[in-house]
């Protein structure tokens, strides 16, 4: 098969409707390399690059509210910056560049499930939050 590892998608195919911080930018551990007292920020395996984590609230109105926030996890050798909050939105809407994604199944839900990755975080190119997006 000729599709292996990650699949590159757009931001608009994973967020059709946007998506919003709801957390901050933290270092993913290594289970594997972290020992007790150690921590070891994980690495990417095909890059190498560090990875860090945000969790993200989805705006699709047809989510059931414990689908709305997922984590995705953003390879930088520095900590992300995310964007300036945007006055009058409660959350600051964010974009992602350099998406993939990477299917797995569950083994809490037996569910298959998506890993999301991402090369950059910015603010909003269009300076619209999601909502004005799909107003528009």
């Given at each position: 098969?000729?599709?292996?590892?990650?699949?590159?998608?757009?931001?608009?195919?994973?967020?059709?409707?946007g998506?919003?911080?709801?957390?901050?930018?933290?270092?993913?551990?290594?289970?594997?390399?972290?020992t007790?007292?150690?921590?070891?920020?994980?690495?990417?395996?095909?890059?190498?690059?560090?990875?860090?984590?945000?969790?993200?609230?989805?705006?699709?109105?047809?989510?059931?509210p414990?689908?709305?926030?997922?984590?995705?996890?953003?390879?930088?050798?520095?900590?992300?910056?995310?964007?300036?909050?945007?006055?009058?939105?409660?959350?600051?809407?964010?974009?992602?560049?350099?998406?993939?994604?990477?299917?797995?199944?569950?083994?809490?839900t037996?569910?298959?499930?998506?890993?999301?990755?991402v090369?950059?975080?910015?603010?909003?190119?269009?300076?619209?939050?999601?909502?004005?997006?799909?107003?528009?």
């Amino acid at each position: 098969m000729a599709l292996q590892g990650p699949i590159p998608v757009t931001f608009d195919m994973v967020f059709p409707h946007g998506c919003y911080l709801v957390g901050e930018v933290e270092a993913v551990k290594d289970f594997d390399a972290s020992t007790n007292g150690r921590f070891v920020q994980a690495r990417d395996k095909q890059t190498r690059e560090l990875v860090w984590q945000v969790a993200v609230m989805d705006a699709d109105p047809t989510l059931k509210p414990s689908q709305k926030t997922v984590a995705v996890k953003i390879l930088a050798a520095v900590q992300p910056v995310p964007p300036a909050p945007v006055p009058g939105v409660p959350f600051t809407p964010v974009e992602f560049d350099g998406v993939t994604v990477t299917p797995y199944v569950n083994s809490n839900t037996n569910r298959l499930a998506y890993s999301i990755r991402v090369r950059e975080m910015r603010a909003v190119r269009t300076g619209k939050t999601a909502s004005a997006k799909d107003a528009a």
